[in-house]
C-alpha cells in the first residue's frame, strides 16, 4: 500500500520539503559522461510531478549549468519547489584553498564573505529566482573562519535571499563551529548503506541540536539499484570505471544483499531500489535523501520510494543482510 509523499522540516528553518530530493549532480554532466538538458528538464519536471518538491543543486555541477537547467525546469513552478544550492566552490577569485582543475581552471574552497556576496546572486540569476530555500556550504574551507561564513550566510538570510542555511561535507569539529555562530538547518553528507559512518561522528550531535540531515548516495552511484550486476562494464569519463566499490567482488556481494531485499520489494509491489530508499530514510536521524535521475522513468522511481513505509521487521531483515554482505565491501 502507498502512502502520502513524506514530508519533513529542514532543521528549525519552518521550511518543510518532500523527504525525497532529486540531486541534480549527474544533470550538470561533469564526471557523468555528458548531458542532454531537455531530457534532464522531462526528469526535474517528472519529479516535480511525483510529488518531490526538494531539489538540490550547485554552481559546480557543470560550472553553471546544472543551475542553468533546474531554471528552465523550474520556470512558472517555483512555488512548488524547495530549491537547494551551495556555494564555496570558486573560479572567480584564486582566494582559499586549491581543490581541483576543472578544463584547465583552478577551482578552489573558499567561504570568505566577498565570494559567498558574489556567489548567491550568480545562483539566483542562473536559477531564475529572487530567493533561495536552503543555501548550503559544499566543500570546507580551512582558511576562512566559520563565523565569517555564517556571518554571511545570515546577512543573506536576513535580506530575503536565502530562507535556511546547510553545510556539506563536514567534520564533527565543522558542525559544532556552524551551530555555535548561528542557526544551522542541515548538513549534507553522502550516506548509504556502503557508507555508514556518520551514524556515529555526525548523527548524534544533529539530533540533539535539531540539525536535519540530507544523505546523497544513498544509492551508492548505483551499485544498490539492483541494476548494475557482476557483468556491467564501464566506459569514457564514468567515474565508476575505476572505482574500487565497484569492483566485481563487491557487485557480487550487493547481488547476495539484493537477494535479501528481493521479497521485502515484492511484498510491497517496489523496486529493489526504492526499498533501499525506504530503509535509508527510517534510519534514525536521516532526514531526507537526494536521489539523482536523468531521466523521468528514474525520476519517478525515486519518488515512489517517499511514499513506502518499510515495517520493524523489515527494517531489521534489510540491516542484518546489509551487515552480512556489506561488512568487508571495499570502499
Not at 510531478?49 to 550547485?58: K, M, N, P, R, W
Not at 577551482?107 to 545562483?123: M, P
Not at 536552503?134 to 555564517?150: G, K
Not at 557508507?195 to 544509492?219: A, Q
Request: glycine letters at 10%; proline letters at 3%.
Amino acid at each position: 500500500m502507498l502512502h502520502e509523499m513524506l514530508t519533513r522540516e529542514i532543521g528549525r528553518s519552518g521550511i518543510k520539503a518532500s523527504a525525497i530530493g532529486l540531486g541534480t549532480w549527474a544533470i550538470g554532466g561533469w564526471m557523468w559522461g555528458g548531458t542532454d538538458e531537455s531530457r534532464s528538464i522531462d526528469a526535474i519536471r517528472a519529479s516535480i510531478d511525483a510529488g518531490v518538491s526538494l531539489i538540490d543543486t550547485a554552481p559546480a555541477y557543470g560550472q553553471g549549468l546544472a543551475e542553468e537547467i533546474v531554471g528552465k525546469a523550474i520556470a512558472g513552478r517555483r512555488d512548488e519547489v524547495v530549491l537547494a544550492t551551495k556555494c564555496g566552490l570558486v573560479w572567480h577569485t584564486q582566494k582559499g584553498n586549491h581543490f581541483f582543475d576543472y578544463d584547465g581552471k583552478p577551482v578552489h574552497r573558499y567561504l570568505g564573505r566577498d565570494a559567498i556576496v558574489y556567489e548567491v546572486e550568480q545562483s539566483l540569476k542562473r536559477l531564475g529566482t529572487d530567493y533561495i530555500d536552503h543555501y548550503i556550504t559544499h566543500w570546507q574551507d580551512p582558511t576562512t573562519p566559520v563565523e565569517e561564513t555564517m556571518e554571511a550566510l545570515e546577512l543573506l538570510k536576513s535580506q530575503g535571499k536565502i530562507r535556511s542555511i546547510g553545510a556539506s561535507n563536514t567534520s564533527a569539529d565543522d558542525v559544532s563551529a556552524y551551530v555555535a555562530a548561528g542557526q544551522l538547518d542541515a548538513i549534507q553528507e553522502e550516506y548509504s548503506m556502503v557508507k555508514r559512518d556518520i551514524e556515529t561522528t555526525l548523527v548524534p550531535f544533529c539530533l540533539e541540536n535539531r540539525v536535519s540531515v540530507l544523505s546523497y548516495s544513498s544509492l551508492a552511484l548505483g551499485l544498490l539499484t539492483g541494476k548494475i550486476g557482476p557483468d556491467r562494464v564501464f566506459s569514457g569519463d564514468d567515474q565508476r570505471k575505476d572505482n574500487p566499490r565497484f569492483s566485481l567482488e563487491n557487485r557480487q556481494k550487493v547481488a547476495r544483499l539484493m537477494e535479501a531485499i528481493d521479497p521485502i520489494a515484492g511484498a510491497h509491489g517496489a523496486t529493489k531500489a526504492q526499498v533501499v530508499i525506504a530503509w535509508t530514510l527510517q534510519q534514525p536521524g536521516i532526514t531526507f535523501s537526494l536521489c539523482g535521475a536523468r531521466s523521468p522513468e528514474q525520476a519517478v522511481e525515486n519518488a515512489e520510494a517517499g511514499r513506502l513505509r518499510l515495517l520493524e521487521a523489515e527494517l531489521e531483515t534489510i540491516s542484518k543482510a546489509a551487515e552480512v554482505h556489506l561488512t568487508q565491501l571495499a570502499a
